[in-house]
Every structure is written in structure tokens, then in C-alpha cells.
């Protein structure tokens, strides 16, 4: 007789982590290899470097943790708020309900397992001035950020913005 399966396996989060986490490795050893030398047309049409498309990947799977996909809800749709910081993914925050099955709302984490860094190994940024301006930001090539009270992001220079919920308006 067989013994019964198991039904022990990954989530869909779990999985997004381990990409998050893969990206952020990846574009961290191309960085160092000298990566940058290498220009590709991204998605949107730009000439990038080869640091620069990796760290946008890694937004854009941070941005689907945050504010979900239509397959995985993510942090907005279990808490009902963005978090304050990053950290928020990690460790639950202070006054943040635990998930609770039958309402479907609360902290349903971790969410990451670690804090994210973008290409050039510094840490990828929540800024907030308001909802609506919300996103997520990378210093870049020169690892600052230039963003910090700039709630369009016009004045980022070599920052790589992903807003959360809305489109670029830039």
C-alpha cells in the first residue's frame, strides 16, 4: 500500500519571494560583472542597462506583493493600507490585526523574507506622501535618492520609480 500524499508545497507567494529574492541576487552579480556596459530596449521602449531592467523586475514583483495580483491578494487588500516601510512585508507591525480567516483581512505574512536591494546592492525604498503617490524607488547607478519631496518624481535623475497605484505620470 502507498502512503498518502502530501499535500506540502509552495504558495504563489512563496514562489514570488524566492523570484524577488533570485532578481535582486542576479542583478547584484551582473552590477559587479559590469553589467551596466550592456544596453537593452526594455519593455517600454527605453534603451536600459542590463542592472537597471533587473531592478525594475524586481519593482514590479515587489509592487504585485504589495498591492497584489488578481490571483494573490497582497498586502493593501489584507490590511486594507500600505505599510509605513518595507519592513512591514517582513515583520508584522505594531496595532496590525493578524489575518483572520473568516473576515479575510489582517497581516497574512511574512510577505518577504528578507529586505530587498536593487541592482547596485542598496536598499529599495517605500515613499509615501500620499496613497495616490505611492511607489516604490531605487537610488540607482549613483545610489541616491533624488526623489525624496518630489511627489511626481520629476526631479529623480537616475532613480527608478515604480508607482503603486497609479501610472508614471512622467
Do not use: H
Not at 559590469?34 to 536600459?48: F, M
Not at 512591514?88 to 528578507?114: C, E, H, K, M, Q
Amino acid at each position: 500500500m502507498l502512503p498518502p500524499l502530501s499535500k506540502k508545497g509552495l504558495t504563489l507567494l512563496e514562489l514570488v519571494v524566492v523570484l524577488v529574492v533570485l532578481v535582486a541576487l542576479s542583478g547584484i552579480v551582473l552590477s559587479r560583472l559590469g553589467g551596466d556596459g550592456l544596453r537593452v530596449r526594455g519593455p517600454d521602449g527605453q534603451e536600459r542597462s542590463g542592472a537597471e531592467l533587473v531592478t525594475i523586475t524586481n519593482l514590479q514583483r515587489l509592487r504585485d506583493i504589495l498591492v497584489g495580483t488578481p490571483d494573490q491578494p497582497g498586502y493593501l487588500q489584507d490590511v486594507g493600507a500600505l505599510p509605513e516601510n518595507l519592513e512591514a512585508l517582513i515583520t508584522r507591525p505594531d496595532g496590525v490585526p493578524v489575518f483572520d480567516r473568516a473576515s479575510r483581512s489582517g497581516w497574512n505574512g511574512p510577505y518577504l523574507t528578507a529586505s530587498v536591494r536593487d541592482a547596485w546592492g542598496e536598499w529599495v525604498v517605500l515613499q509615501q506622501g500620499n496613497t495616490s503617490n505611492a511607489r516604490l524607488v531605487s537610488g540607482g547607478p549613483n545610489q541616491e535618492i533624488d526623489t525624496l519631496d518630489d511627489a511626481n518624481g520629476s526631479n529623480r535623475v537616475d532613480d527608478l520609480l515604480l508607482f503603486l497605484l497609479r501610472e508614471d505620470p512622467l
